[in-house]
């Protein structure tokens, strides 16, 4: 994939001259920071590349990458981008999102984009709020949240982003968090390898309206012993020393256990690449999949790739079509379309 | 017309060979009675296939080389309960020796298969016409579904029609007894034998539809009861009485040339196809289902070997989005709706209006709001057309006039879009859409050259010296940006819906900027009015009164202003393909007549607008019942603008 011309692209290239206007401190920055890294190692040109965002914080992220890439409208990012994935499928598509934008009013195209697996790379910036219309509770929100808008606790149960996303059958589907820039490194590096939809929710701070909400999981206090790291085909252990798994309950539940209470070889294998996402959508649910529960209550939460399996894409299977229409009938000839129907001669 | 009073014809119920012995009047009755033109309609329940029967007449027609314009109009439910008034579903069309723009007014002939058809659609048929009952369904069972409490075949209600009543039924069931099938199948192919019974009595050849049947139906059982059943039709009509001669409706006298029958929305899907051609790029269209616009769909997807890409969307708003992104990827970015879905995509255009960038909006206008009347034709989304966006979001807004215009009218919109790089908004309406009409096809090589070309080097010398592209350095001739498509390398850049400097397309919310901004893509569209047809006079520039139309209502003025100029009255007619901007000679030309009138399917919308632009006392003429106008309601309508009163009723020309 990498060719020696294009690997020679610099993060300056990727780097577009506009001003960054995030709030000091934002979570966003450190995510951008890691897409203009990873580029240069994915042997793509900026030229060939697209990023396409809806509306919201994160939605301004196309103006900062020097490729293509437009601001659209509020949840609308992933039809865009189907538009501009299945028009040229040698063009490489990102799509920049939020919670809000991807899950309330983009809700639909979001699954659809998914369930087609039309290729695009999507970055949703989970950050549980609303930023940009200053503060009001979103459909990632915990239950009882107190905002500008539910000044008495929010009563709306809470979507989990990639239970979501495995139930539409996405084809590729990660978290990971804007303090870790190696590890969204690499599981961007992996969403990028992948072709069809690849689905990402990245953990983002949003220090001005809900700050501090992954801290439980994500600050380095805490990291070690809440953070399940996931690693294709290596047992799910986490915590100093690995003392902690995740088990498969005879109810078919999965639990964390001691592993020196079950012993290593009852701890469950991760398989990325397993067809049937049911086991993908456990560990979805495995904690800040339960993100009903408050703030206070979290568990160890799962991150990386969740599922990476093999599934005909989307753009691919249209510009099969297309070519295989051009073979059976021959390239269009207007002449011949206008007498299609059967036509007569008047002398 | 010949006059033939209830027959009833038990005697064919002993089937052809004891009626062939009857040669001597069958001599008589084959030398066709020539007339000029004739309207048939086909009415009978949504599952009776009237609409492909009305389709077959059609196209033996056009095949034979008459003029036609054809009416289809059927209910929105699939299957409405049969045998009711709602589940009727008819098709009309007028063919004629002469050219002729309108399905006609009042039917000549009509068709009825069950009591429904005939309360639905009798007023539909004028005084003294003939009315072909399928009297197998007359029975009190299904006269009192529909409220009959009497037969009116038999209570003298129908003394003002020539009524032949036909066993159709029976008949049917008889023809095909020999092939073995079931009654139910046979009994489906009644329609057969009614389209063979007209085709007879209007000397259609009957090659056409006997090869039709053979290569659309599949199913051999299926292949031989329509056969048989349209056979038997044909053999009843010409061995039986009930008609005491056939007519012959000779072939037009058009121009010469090679012609095929065409539907609006086939035209369009068509005229979509050569606009990709002629902009030498591929042609997107992102589309969800919605009546009447489906077939647009339908068709582009067929013809994926001609460069064009079809996605049904997962919604409205995800189809225009879609169309909007192939559009900035560099294809001709299209997507096509009915008036609900046009609310829907709104947004879409107000950003397509921002980035600048070409793109086509199709709305087939149907009956609303909301769902209204969707299989029903009005034309009453020029007010979201023009005005339903937030803030200042101008546009440019073609409308066809009849089905074929189709083809020319999306080419011309298409046009638009790419030159100026702005959404087109693309108006037609449920009769345009599934109405035909015979076209002569255009020389290919003679359609317009609406190819663009796409930027492909810098086009700015920053102040460091440095080359840059900057993606709003407009045309300072028609104000239009630069198209740099994706894969270009060097010229990346972002566009959005945030307010941009002009030039740079950097965001950029001062004062000034927005305004000028603002007042940039308004002249933008203003200035495409130098880049259209003058408006033109049709008929007496220098008549008192001046009709004023726009989309579908054409055929209906034009015949209409053709009536009332023979009787030797002056009247002018306008009608507008471009509806933004507007022609720039318009207002000019309306303020020299002392009367303008405005027929729209809608309460006045595009008066409102001339009124509005021009300060002309335009008055509006409304129809809004789901139909269009008939030309003798806009034959009387110009007579009384005009102050003389006519009485024709029944749409004859005259
Ligand atoms: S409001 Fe929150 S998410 Fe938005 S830029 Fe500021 S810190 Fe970031």
């Given at each position: 994939m990498t060719d020696a011309a294009v690997s020679l692209t610099t993060k300056k290239d990727w780097t577009s001259d506009q001003e960054v206007r995030w709030c000091p401190g934002c979570g966003d920055y450190g995510i951008l920071l890691a897409v203009q890294t990873l580029m240069p190692e994915l042997g793509v040109k900026p030229e060939n590349t697209v990023f396409i965002s809806g509306i919201g914080c994160s939605s301004r992220f196309p103006y900062y990458m020097n490729t293509y890439g437009m601001h659209g409208i509020h949840g609308r990012a992933p039809a865009l981008a189907t538009g501009v994935a299945v028009a040229r499928p040698d063009l490489d598509v990102w799509v920049v999102t939020g919670d809000g934008d991807a899950l309330s009013i983009g809700g639909n195209h979001l699954i659809h984009a998914l369930r087609r697996n039309v290729n695009l790379t999507i970055l949703l910036f989970n950050n549980r709020i609303y930023g940009l219309t200053k503060g009001q509770y979103s459909p990632t929100s915990e239950l009882g949240k107190v905002t500008k808008s539910t000044p008495m606790g929010s009563v709306d149960h809470p979507f989990n982003p990639l239970a979501l996303a495995l139930g539409a059958e996405a084809s590729f589907v990660a978290r990971t968090h804007d303090l870790d820039r190696k590890h969204m490194m690499d599981t961007f590096r992996a969403a990028h390898a992948h072709r069809g939809s690849s689905f990402i929710e990245i953990l983002q701070n949003c220090n001005v309206f809900n700050d501090g909400a992954f801290d439980e999981v994500t600050s380095r206090q805490k990291r070690e012993e809440m953070m399940i790291d996931l690693h294709h085909g290596e047992p799910i252990r986490f915590g100093k020393d690995g003392h902690a798994g995740v088990i498969m309950g005879d109810d078919g539940q999965l639990r964390i256990v001691e592993v020196a209470e079950v012993g290593a070889d009852a701890i469950l294998k991760h398989d990325a690449h397993r067809n049937d996402p049911s086991l993908a959508f456990a560990l979805a649910r495995l904690s800040n999949g339960d993100s009903a529960t408050s703030q206070s209550t979290w568990l160890p939460t799962p991150f990386g790739v969740f599922r990476d399996v093999v599934r005909a894409d989307y753009s691919s299977m249209v510009s099969a079509q297309f070519t295989e229409a051009v073979s059976k009938k021959g390239p269009g000839d207007l002449k011949k379309l206008l007498k299609s129907a059967g036509t007569w001669q008047v002398n | 017309m010949p006059l033939v009073l209830r027959c009833v014809c038990e005697e064919v119920l002993s089937n052809s060979p004891g009626l062939i012995d009857m040669t001597d009047t069958v001599e008589n009755k084959s030398a066709p009675e020539t007339i000029s033109r004739v309207v048939v309609r086909f009415a009978g329940d949504s599952g009776d296939g009237m609409q492909l029967t009305g389709d077959r007449f059609t196209s033996a027609s056009a095949m034979f080389g008459n003029d036609l314009s054809t009416f289809p109009d059927f209910p929105a439910e699939i299957r409405a309960p049969a045998g009711t008034v709602n589940g009727v579903s008819s098709f009309q069309v007028q063919i004629s020796e002469h050219d002729i723009t309108t399905p006609g007014d009042n039917s000549n002939v009509l068709v009825v298969m069950n009591p429904a058809a005939l309360m639905a659609d009798i007023d539909r048929l004028e005084q003294g016409g003939l009315l072909i009952v399928n009297r197998d369904n007359f029975v009190e069972r299904d006269l009192l579904k529909v409220g009959y409490e009497t037969n009116p075949l038999e209570d003298g209600s129908l003394a003002n029609y020539r009524v032949v009543e036909v066993p159709m039924t029976t008949l049917t069931i008889q023809a095909t007894a020999s092939l073995g099938v079931k009654p139910r199948m046979a009994e489906r192919s009644k329609n057969f034998f009614a389209l063979g019974m007209i085709s007879w009595l209007y000397s259609r050849p009957r090659e056409s539809t006997l090869d039709w049947i053979k290569s659309r139906f599949k199913d051999e059982d299926v292949r031989n009861v329509n056969t048989a059943a349209f056979n038997a039709g044909f053999h009843f009509g010409e061995t039986t009485e009930l008609f005491d001669h056939p007519f012959q409706v000779l072939p037009a006298h058009m121009p010469a040339g090679e012609y095929t029958n065409i539907t609006g929305n086939m035209a369009l899907a068509w005229g979509l196809v050569a606009a990709g051609q002629l902009a030498k790029l591929p042609v997107f269209l992102g589309s969800y289902p919605i009546t009447p616009a489906s077939d647009i769909l339908h068709e582009l997807s067929k013809n994926k070997n001609f460069a064009v890409r079809t996605v049904q969307a997962e919604d409205e708003i995800a189809a225009a989005g879609m169309a909007l992104g192939a559009a900035f990827a560099g294809h001709l970015g299209v997507t096509a709706t009915s008036g609900p879905g046009l609310a829907l995509k709104s947004e879409t255009l107000s950003l397509a209006v921002s980035l600048e960038l070409p793109m086509l909006l199709i709305d087939i206008q149907r009956g609303g709001p909301s769902t209204g009347l969707p299989t029903k034709t009005e034309a009453a989304d020029l007010n979201i057309a023009m005005f339903g966006r937030h803030a200042e979001a101008p546009l440019p807004i073609v409308a066809a006039y009849s089905p074929h215009h189709c083809f020319d009218a999306i080419i011309e919109a298409a046009r638009i879009a790419l030159k100026y790089r702005t959404p087109v908004i693309f108006l037609s309406d449920g009769y345009i859409a599934n109405g035909s009409e015979p076209w002569k096809l255009p020389d290919v090589a003679s359609l317009p050259d609406i190819s663009v070309d796409f930027q492909t080097e810098f086009n700015h010398v920053a102040k460091d010296g440095s080359n840059v592209y900057w993606?709003?350095?407009?045309?300072?001739?028609?104000?239009a940006r630069p198209w740099a498509i994706p894969g270009t390398p060097g010229l990346m850049h972002r566009v959005g819906g945030l307010e941009k400097q002009d030039g740079t397309g950097d965001i950029d919310y001062t004062p000034i900027n927005h305004e000028k901004m603002v007042r940039l893509r308004a002249a933008k569209i203003a200035g495409i009015a130098s880049d259209i047809p003058l408006a033109e006079i049709v008929g007496d520039a220098d008549a008192d009164v001046c009709i004023l139309g726009w989309g579908s209502t054409w055929a209906a003025i034009d015949a209409a202003v053709q009536r009332t100029r023979r009787r030797g009255h002056k009247v002018a007619w306008i009608h507008l393909m471009h509806l933004s901007p507007l022609p720039p000679n318009l207002g000019e030309l309306l303020r020299g007549f002392k009367k303008v009138i405005v027929p729209e399917l809608n309460l006045g919308q595009l008066c409102r607008i001339v009124r509005a632009e021009y300060l002309v006392d335009a008055q509006v003429v409304s129809k809004v019942q789901g139909l269009p106008f008939t030309s003798t309601e806009l034959e009387n309508a110009i007579g009384s603008a005009l102050g003389v009163f006519n009485t024709n009723q029944n749409g004859v020309d005259q």
């Open positions: - | 993606p709003y350095l407009r045309d300072p001739k028609t104000l």
